[in-house]
């Protein structure tokens, strides 16, 4: 078949096939307007068939009418190219699409969650509860104080010797020593294990901050980290509202793993700043409409051991 061979009409719809990397399906390609309904695991579209591809968009009509009655209620955004998480609480749906062109989940639909710095646990969530992990974040940061401070102070000699050198020869290249400090983690990952026909589970992930190559600052660094951490507890608590309403909240004790539920750890009030805290973001997000209020009152019976 030569390069510019008209190409058989799409299957599905007859419309015209693309010339630039047209999708297949079952080895018949598809037209770019049907293919961009496709919004699945990559592994179940590529075992995709022609009549699966057809029952496939049955199902991708009937989630259009979901999107139809879509309620925005909150978003938040984290990830790469600025992906976006848009929650309905009123009906319990969810989408990763602030333009809600994608699949529109429901929150029965959600199995179990978890949210990780790197590998270390932050969050897990499933009907049995949201689990809060300790963030070894902090502790890691301060640690690498003493070296921040050494890199800095070998710095500061390195520039004034530079600037005893550049007052004899102008003419010398600037030199600065570098200070790579390495970040106490990369990024937070985010997984969703769903009850879905076309998504076992959604994997999304948000970077975490970095170091300025020239100052490193401990202070600003914790001040972006806690930013970021708490944007990840909305996450949380939104997952919460949606996929498992009144479901508990437990505190991980030390050396509990991931794959324990929550009715393994041991339930306890949290401390009266950190229940005031808590209070403070179950109020924030009550009045973004993602909880109602029954639940946010249960939640703070919770929190104030009431």
Avoid at 97 to 104: E, G, H, N, P, Y
Avoid at 219 to 243: I, K, T
Avoid at 250 to 265: D, K, L, Q
Avoid at 288 to 306: R, S
């Amino acid at each position: 078949m030569g390069l510019f061979t008209k190409k058989t009409p799409c299957p599905i719809c007859g419309g015209k096939i693309s010339w630039f990397l047209p999708t297949k399906i079952e080895g018949e390609y598809i037209c770019d307007k049907c293919s961009s309904k496709l919004d699945m695991e990559q592994e179940i579209q590529d075992g995709l068939t022609m009549q699966g591809f057809r029952e496939y968009l049955a199902f991708y009509e009937q989630n259009r009418a979901l999107a139809a009655g879509f309620i925005p209620s909150h978003k938040l955004d984290f990830g790469f190219l600025d992906t976006k998480v848009v929650f309905d609480a009123a009906n319990r749906l969810f989408c990763m699409s602030a333009k809600l062109d994608k699949t529109i989940f429901e929150g029965a639909q959600l199995k179990s969650f978890t949210i990780k710095e790197d590998a270390a646990p932050l969050f897990a969530g499933s009907a049995d509860g949201l689990v809060r992990y300790a963030s070894t974040v902090p502790e890691r940061l301060m640690s690498l104080a003493p070296q921040i401070q050494m890199m800095a102070a070998a710095r500061r000699t390195a520039e004034a010797m530079e600037r005893m050198r550049r007052d004899e020869d102008d003419h010398r290249p600037a030199y600065r020593p570098p200070m790579d400090i390495p970040e106490p983690f990369k990024q937070f990952n985010v997984e969703l294990w769903m009850d879905h026909p076309y998504w076992n589970v959604i994997r999304c992930d948000m970077s975490g901050p970095i170091f300025s190559n020239d100052y490193p600052d401990p202070d600003s660094y914790l001040r972006e980290y806690q930013e970021n951490a708490g944007e990840m507890e909305q996450l949380a608590l939104a997952l919460m509202a949606v996929g498992f309403p009144g479901a508990g909240e437990v505190y991980a004790e030390p050396g509990m793993s991931m794959g324990m539920s929550a009715g393994a750890a041991i339930p306890r009030t949290a401390a009266p700043d950190r229940a005031a805290d808590d209070i403070l973001k179950y109020k924030s997000l009550l009045d973004a409409g993602v909880i109602t209020q029954e639940e946010f009152d249960q939640k703070k019976k919770q929190l104030l051991g009431i």
